[in-house]
């Protein structure tokens, strides 16, 4: 058998498997497969033609560009055709040399002959688009389709802010007729908001920016394309009429710029192979730091006459070329779902990979995020999944390669017990996170504790930083919050790094930090949904903590401002026996607050404001005052529209008078003692 006979049917199998991928990717914008794997297959298929010219077929993927019409949308002929480019997919400085090399060769210049100038930018990932406009107004908005057609997405890009739908310039100046290039997509942070919201409503996330940008642009409904936060970046022309181009390809992106389109500013007039590797350096490492996708860099013949003389190949051409970074998303295996237990005491199902070279790092595990994403998902340990790792963003798996398992693998089973404290493990209602009930007695969550406990407006111990609370927990010194007041100097001294004088500073931090107020203590505690506001409302309606463990549900709601979720939140911690026993062992070590603010009662008067004028029967003016503040009034000297009660004795004055002229409501003192008990 002939090496000819042995590859034709692998190259057809190529072929067939390029056009699914292609038809998921370019028409429905939902690929099955990362892009570094479908461009190894494309690439084993080039390399196969190259070697057999007679296994290539006209239909090849390699020979044109793959992309359809989608029903329902007005297809639009290019005047210019949209074209690919040579990709160059050895992600080191090779290259960007080997583009120079062939730059040379093609344009047959000697070994002396002065570096070739390119222009450098970025290679955005996103969906291409061409922008006609005539006499400075944008008629058409069109998608690259196969590259000869592609479809009329004008009401949808109408949508998008950025675009211009009139050019910069006196009208008189501005082209007959000009296409602009470019490039729709996602910036991260937006990606990564609309899936947070698509969590939190328990609904499918997006697997990529670029397929969401991609979708986004291809919806028949303007209205939903709207909703989606699309940018845009020119980069190159299509058709021109009545315009002289500038000579280079970076003049004539500042000529874009200057019409108002955006431009992106990464970008440089690269000298030679050296510039070149200099620019794919650099932006290599600000990769991470850009605010959106980019998966290589383009090189592009800077002056435009060269570009003409160096023309075209079938797809591409040959003065442009790109030049790639390592892809950020990738298959693995799945080889276990861990749970992690966060600071705030959420559980994250965690995949653990098989190690795979993702977005320039190895990455050996990936955010599943909840359990509802991780069974929508359907991916289950022995899965090949894929992993995607862009920017600062953490590694997650995105989802899993359709295929047959080799056996039965359970659906992985959220546990009821926190796996680090044993803990009840709870969801909140309608929420879609579940968490570790086990609050500052979860070694998880304790750092977290301990350092929300010393802050400035809780506890308010100095001393207590970051890098001393990793010492304490990591070396095992503190298990719960009340062991911080256990820690003597000598302990503390003999720590790493720690001398004798900051461990008596500490001690005297800890020492002064037990006198507080009722509030802060509770702010300290750190029970979700309890900030310092409601900290200050629960203390001054319950008035001491025994009162507020003991309190249900119903009778938190009756505290200002505490809504179901607030109340069910604190009531979740106190049935937690070990949270009681921390606040028991607090107070036992000597944290206590002053009397007074203790025996606030309930607040009939919150938020009202009431003045006083003449004598009372019974009470002194400082006493009705204190009386009306211990329930939460205030008192005023003067009478205004503000006032909510005038109280009224013998003698009253002008304040009265004030009072019915503004028809405020005039009480005597019976009526004063009849408020105060309002609330019993
Ligand atoms: N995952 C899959 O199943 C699948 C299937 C098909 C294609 N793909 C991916 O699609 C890509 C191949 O697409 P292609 O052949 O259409 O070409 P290409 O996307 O590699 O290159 C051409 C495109 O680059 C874009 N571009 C971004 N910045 C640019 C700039 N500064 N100047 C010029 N153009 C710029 C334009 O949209 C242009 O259409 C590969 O990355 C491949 O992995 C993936
Ligand atoms: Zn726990």
């Not at 292609?22 to 084993?44: C, G, M, S, W």
Request: aromatic share 6%.
């Amino acid at each position: 058998m002939s090496a000819e006979t042995d590859l034709a049917p692998r190259a057809a199998e190529l072929r067939a498997q390029l056009h699914h991928h292609a038809h998921l990717y370019y028409v429905l914008d939902a690929p099955a497969l990362p892009d570094a794997e479908y461009d190894r297959l494309f690439q084993e298929l080039q390399a196969i033609e190259a070697a057999h010219p007679e296994l290539l077929t006209a239909d090849s993927p390699t020979q044109r560009v793959i992309g359809r019409v989608l029903d329902g949308f007005t297809p639009v002929r290019h005047a210019v055709p949209m074209l690919s480019i040579r990709t160059e997919t050895d992600t080191t400085a090779a290259g960007a040399t080997a583009f120079d090399e062939r730059v040379r060769r093609e344009l047959a210049l000697s070994p002396e002959a002065p570096p070739v100038a390119y222009n450098a930018e970025l290679k955005f990932d996103g969906l291409a688009l061409n922008l006609r406009y005539e006499h400075g107004v944008l008629v058409q908005a069109a998608t690259r389709g196969d590259g000869e057609t592609g479809e009329d997405v004008t009401q949808n890009i109408r949508t998008i802010g950025q675009i211009p739908l009139r050019l910069r310039g006196e009208a008189e100046s501005l082209p007959p007729v000009l296409e602009v290039r470019g490039e729709v997509y996602m910036r991260r942070d937006d990606f990564e908001r609309l899936n947070e919201r698509q969590r939190e409503k328990g609904e499918k996330t997006y697997i990529n920016p670029r397929n969401t940008a991609a979708g986004a642009v291809r919806q028949l409904d303007p209205a939903i394309t709207a909703q989606r936060p699309l940018s845009f970046y020119a980069y190159g022309l299509g058709e021109v009429q009545g315009w002289a181009q500038p000579p280079t390809h970076s003049a004539t992106l500042d000529a874009l710029a200057a019409f108002g389109l955006p431009v992106c500013a990464d970008r440089a007039v690269a000298l030679g192979a050296e510039g070149l590797v200099a620019f794919h350096a650099a932006m290599g490492a600000k990769r991470d730091a850009l605010p959106f996708d980019i998966d290589g860099v383009v090189y592009k013949v800077d002056s435009v006459e060269l570009q003409q003389r160096l023309g075209f190949v079938t797809r591409e051409p040959r003065w442009a070329v790109a030049h790639k970074y390592p892809a950020q998303e990738q298959l693995t295996r799945l080889n276990a779902i861990e749970i992690q237990v966060g600071r705030t005491g959420k559980l994250t199902p965690v995949a653990k990979l098989e190690p795979v070279f993702v977005g320039g790092t190895t990455v050996s595990n990936a955010t599943l995020h909840n359990v509802f994403e991780l069974r929508r998902k359907g991916v289950r340990v022995g899965d090949t999944v894929i992993v995607r790792r862009a920017g600062d963003v953490i590694p997650e798996v995105v989802g899993r390669v359709p295929g047959e398992r080799a056996a039965y693998v359970p659906n992985f089973r959220q546990p009821t017990a926190c796996p680090v404290c044993g803990s009840r493990v709870l969801r909140e209602k309608g929420g879609m996170d579940h968490r570790c009930t086990g609050g500052l007695f979860c070694a998880a969550q304790r750092k977290q504790a301990l350092l929300h406990f010393a802050g400035r407006r809780a506890m308010d111990i100095e001393g207590l930083g970051d890098k001393l609370v990793d010492q304490l927990v990591d070396g095992g010194l503190i298990r719960t919050l009340p062991e911080l007041y256990k820690l003597g100097v000598a302990k503390l001294a003999a720590l790493e790094r720690f001398g004798e004088k900051s461990a008596a500073n500490l001690v005297a931090g800890l020492e002064k930090s037990k006198t507080t107020t009722f509030a802060r203590f509770l702010y300290a505690l750190g029970i979700r949904q309890v900030g310092e506001t409601t900290a200050k409302d629960l203390a001054r309606h319950f008035g001491g903590i025994d009162r507020l463990m003991a309190a249900s549900v119903e009778e938190l709601l009756q505290v200002k401002d505490v809504g179901p979720i607030v109340a069910q939140s604190i009531r979740t911690f106190f049935d937690q026996p070990h949270n009681v026993e921390v606040v028991e062992q607090l107070r036992a070590a000597g944290i206590h607050w002053p009397e007074q603010e203790a025996a606030l009662g309930p607040q009939p008067l919150a938020g009202k404001t009431l003045v006083l004028t003449g004598t009372l029967p019974t009470l002194s003016r400082d006493e009705a005052k204190a009386l009306i503040e211990a329930a939460g009034g205030k008192v005023s000297g003067s009478v205004s529209k503000k006032t909510n009660f005038v109280v009224a004795g013998e003698e009253a004055g002008s304040k009265l008078d004030k009072a019915r002229e503004l028809g405020v409501p005039v009480l005597d003192e019976a009526g004063l003692q009849e408020l105060l008990r309002a609330d019993d």
